[in-house]
């Protein structure tokens, strides 16, 4: 069975420090991708990653970086110098790599407070 | 950049009424999705369309549940008689490889 494990339920930094959300997946696919999406309090759900199972490579996009360890299972995302722009609910969520689904399987999401 | 277009976007009904929430998907997408998101909890998957047939549905999409793709550009999500706990976001995706999600329906049922 799949699943995406979101420990952390809340997070509150100040603003400019650095967060980490952690997201930890389990799936029998040996392939398969990885999401992250953003939702802010207006509710829509913004796509900020992909990341196929055979691509482990860390990536940075501007603040935001992602690591994903194959080896742990883990896919987390990285804020540095966070801005109260980022407050909002963050998931992580696993697809499967073809077959007869696409369904994406979503986390319970970490809601980020950036203060001031 | 195109878009997947939800309407309307908050939706207030009466328990037992019938409600459709409707979708534009992007034009050259092949597959269709419906989540649902109840407040405060995570999104989940309730339906997958592809081929003018559902391919996959959850345990959530019961009965009360259909979709519909009735022209060449919307899809709809029917709730046939709501409930208090059909109360959430309604989320509706298209994708041929990847999603696009839909800024979503809040449907309150009172």
């Known amino acids: 069975a799949q699943k995406v494990t979101q420990a952390q339920t809340e997070i509150s930094v100040v603003e400019k420090e650095d967060v980490t959300l952690d997201c930890v997946y389990e799936?029998?696919?040996?392939?398969?991708?990885l999401f992250w999406y953003k939702q802010p309090p207006s509710g829509e759900l913004v796509f900020l990653i992909r990341?196929?199972?055979?691509?482990?490579q860390n990536e940075i996009s501007g603040r935001y970086s992602w690591n994903f360890q194959k080896s742990t299972s883990s896919f987390n995302f990285t804020i540095t110098a966070s801005q109260v722009v980022d407050s909002a609910v963050y998931f992580c969520a696993l697809r499967a790599y073809g077959g007869a689904t696409n369904k994406l399987i979503f986390g319970t999401g970490t809601l980020l407070a950036v203060q001031p | 950049e195109p878009e997947v277009t939800q309407t309307p976007s908050h939706q207030v009904t009466q328990m037992g009424q019938e409600v459709i929430l409707r979708c534009v998907p992007i034009?050259?997408?092949?597959?269709f999705y419906w989540y649902r998101q109840i407040l405060g909890q995570k999104v989940e998957f309730l339906v997958s369309?592809?081929?003018?047939?559902?391919?996959?549905k959850s345990e959530i999409f019961d009965d009360q549940f259909s979709v519909e793709r009735p022209d060449g550009s919307n899809f709809t999500l029917k709730i046939r008689s709501t409930k208090l706990e059909d109360s959430a976001m309604y989320f509706c995706?298209?994708?041929?490889?990847?999603?696009?999600f839909g800024s979503g329906t809040r449907l309150t049922v009172v």
């Open positions: 995706a298209s994708g041929t490889g990847w999603y696009t």
């Open positions: 799936t029998r696919d040996t392939t398969y991708y």
């Open positions: 369309f592809y081929n003018n047939e559902i391919s996959e």
């Open positions: 034009s050259n997408h092949l597959y």
């Open positions: 990341r196929n199972s055979f691509d482990e």
